[in-house]
């Protein structure tokens, strides 16, 4: 996409925002997700990869944005401009995205791009297409601790316009507890990948190791991608990639988007980035109660999530 084709995409968006309203969910395989992903299900799951193409996968608002920032300047020589190229939903397919939504359909926009591409997504691992495993594809999996996570999607459904009514928070916390949100539980979420990481050699990543050292992870997935960039490069991929910087940069920033879909005045699609905001939501009360369910939810695994760093 060169500039001239995202301008023209923007126009696009533009358009079609008229038709951008707040999808019901509707389960597939017992898992809650938008309505236009549900009606182009069979789609979704025929997606054939390509053995060199990488998913980044994620819960919504754990890190996602951030991490396709990192590996879009990993595999570009940590060149910003070429980084800058178009947003990055445009750079990087959101499989699983469908028309009517404020970005494009993920499948149209990589049948339009060779491989080796990189993809994200938000599916739980048991509906990710099977190619992915077939081709064993690399897969890069962030998480992000229950509570800040939480805490990030409720801003975030105040502003993203095509996801349900968040609702107020008390009720928040109980859907979120429930899995009653878009790509559903958060639980099974992080176990579903955490269980098969070392048989299908996915890359798990923490948020909060990201922000604790930056640097230390952007080398990890590096080493992942089997890539050895010169150290001055890893420097100047940890500084772009800060959240300071990414806030400002309109090609990760998504303020592309309208304002009709995304309203950046009621909650920054960027907002806080930080671990431990948690504590500015929940009372104390609210606090035990999550910690409660938590340990009943997660007591079968033992995934070492940390809320403050
Ligand atoms: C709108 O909401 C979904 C759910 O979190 C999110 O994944 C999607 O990326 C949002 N739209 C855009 C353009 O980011
Ligand atoms: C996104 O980046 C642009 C350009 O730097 C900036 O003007 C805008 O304030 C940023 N938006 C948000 C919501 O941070």
Redesign the pocket.
């Known amino acids: 996409f060169d500039k001239e084709e995202s301008l023209s995409y923007e126009e696009a968006i533009n358009r079609a925002s008229g038709s951008i309203y707040r999808f019901p969910l509707v389960e597939v395989h017992g898992v809650p997700l938008?309505t236009p992903i549900a009606q182009d299900w069979s789609s979704i799951w025929a997606f054939s990869p390509d053995a060199s193409d990488l998913l980044i996968a994620t819960y919504?608002?754990a890190g996602?944005?951030w991490t396709q920032e990192i590996v879009d300047l990993l595999l570009h020589d940590g060149d910003a401009e070429v980084c800058k190229r178009a947003p990055t939903?445009i750079r990087i397919p959101?499989l699983e995205?469908q028309s009517p939504?404020?970005?494009p359909s993920g499948l149209d926009l990589l049948k339009s791009m060779k491989p080796p591409r990189v993809i994200?997504t938000?599916l739980p691992i048991q509906l990710v297409p099977e190619g992915f495993w077939e081709n064993k594809c690399k897969v890069i999996y962030v998480a992000r601790n229950a509570k800040d996570n939480l805490v990030s999607?409720y801003h975030?459904?105040r502003m993203?316009q095509?996801?349900p009514e968040p609702g107020p928070w008390e009720e928040y916390i109980q859907k979120f507890m429930k899995g009653n949100l878009?790509?559903g539980s958060w639980y099974d979420h992080v176990k579903g990948y955490w269980k098969e990481r070392e048989k299908r050699n996915i890359l798990y990543l923490f948020f909060e190791d990201m922000k604790e050292d930056p640097r230390r992870e952007v080398v990890r997935i590096m080493r992942y991608l089997d890539l050895s960039l010169a150290d001055n490069v890893i420097d100047k991929i940890v500084q772009l990639t800060s959240f300071k910087v990414m806030k400002d940069n309109p090609m990760a920033n998504?303020t592309f988007?309208p304002k009709a879909?995304?309203d950046h005045s009621i909650s920054a699609?960027m907002r806080k980035g930080e671990v431990g905001d948690w504590s500015n939501h929940f009372t104390p009360a609210q606090s035990q109660m999550f910690d409660e369910d938590y340990a009943k939810q997660m007591a079968n695994v033992d995934i070492p999530f940390r809320t403050s760093i």
């Open positions: 938008m919504p608002k996602t944005t939903a959101f995205i939504a404020p970005i994200k938000h999607y975030f459904d993203n095509s996801q878009g790509w998504y988007i879909v995304f699609f």
